[in-house]
Nanobody
């Protein structure tokens, strides 16, 4: 099983930047896709960005152009860099991993979430 630990959330002023990190640990064959989702108060969880093991990235329209996602496969860590933050980016950010226990079994894991608040 995979455990995910996020870090890097906090209070940021509008227009500011932040970097979230998520480290995966545990027993697995390979980690396929890692990504970030977020959930604002009263809203459903939504995709922010994902990145495959081959570094193919996918972004929500709302964050395109001001967000990068990267991963260090050696450290089993994914990073989310967000710039020009807006109050509507305020949410709990969750790390997600799609991983394989072996060549035939795939599983998913979620982190506990880290709160990002964008406010002056």
């Amino acid at each position: 099983q995979v455990q995910l630990v996020e870090s890097g959330g906090g209070l940021v002023q509008p227009g500011g930047s932040l970097r979230l990190s998520c480290a995966a640990s545990g027993s697995f064959f390979t980690i396929n896709v890692m990504g970030w989702y977020r959930q604002a108060p009263g809203k459903e969880r939504e995709l922010v960005a994902t990145i495959s093991s081959g570094d193919s990235a996918n972004f929500a329209d709302s964050v395109k152009g001001r967000t990068t996602i990267s991963r260090d496969n050696g450290k089993n860590t994914v990073y989310l860099q967000m710039n020009n933050l807006k109050p509507e980016d305020t949410a709990v950010y969750f790390c997600n991993a799609d991983y394989s226990l072996d060549p035939f079994r795939r599983r998913g894991a979620w982190g506990q979430g880290t709160l990002v608040t964008v406010s002056s």
